[in-house]
C-alpha cells in the first residue's frame, strides 16, 4: 500500500500504513513508526477520527489525522484551520442537482444549479466559518466534475 503523506513540523513524512476492515463501516487504519514496529491506530466514527491506539505527540497526532482525512475521506473536498480549529467540509450530493454543505458534521450550506437558467444558487448559514469564497469555489468544483453530480432520472 502506498505510504501515507505527513506534514508536520516544516517536513513531509512518509509513512507506512495498512488497513483493517472491522465490518458495520468501521476500519481501522494502522500507522507504523520509523522501527516498523510500533503501531497507531486511528480510526473514524461518525464523522470524527480520532487517535485509537497508541501515543503521539499532538501535533504529529492532527497531521496524521489530516492527511487520512485528506486521502480516505473522498466526500471532503478540503479542510481548515481557523483559529486554530479544524475545519472539515463535506459534501452530500443531493437528487435534482441540490448539494449540502456541511462543516464538521453541522449543516453549513447548500447548492442548487437551476436547469433552466444554468446557473448555481446557493444558501449560506449565518454562524458558520465558511464565506462566500468557499461555497464559490465548491461550485466550480461542481463544474469541473471533482464533487459529483447525481443524475436525474
Sequence with gaps: MKPLEVRCRNRIMFVKMSIADKGMGIRDYYLYGKNGTS????????GIWELAYGVMPEDVREACID???????HDS?????NNGKRYVVRISTKKSSIWH????????ASIQYDQFSK?????????????????????????????????NR
Design 39 to 46: 503501531s497507531y491506530v486511528f480510526r473514524r466514527s461518525q
Design 67 to 73: 492527511a487520512l482525512i485528506l486521502r480516505y475521506d
Design 77 to 81: 473536498p478540503e479542510l481548515f484551520y
Design 101 to 108: 454543505v456541511y462543516v464538521n458534521t453541522t449543516y453549513a
Design 119 to 151: 446557473k448555481f444558487k446557493y444558501h449560506l448559514e449565518d454562524d458558520t466559518a465558511l464565506t462566500d469564497d468557499h461555497i464559490k469555489k465548491y461550485i466550480a468544483m461542481i463544474q469541473r466534475g471533482e464533487i459529483k453530480w447525481k443524475k
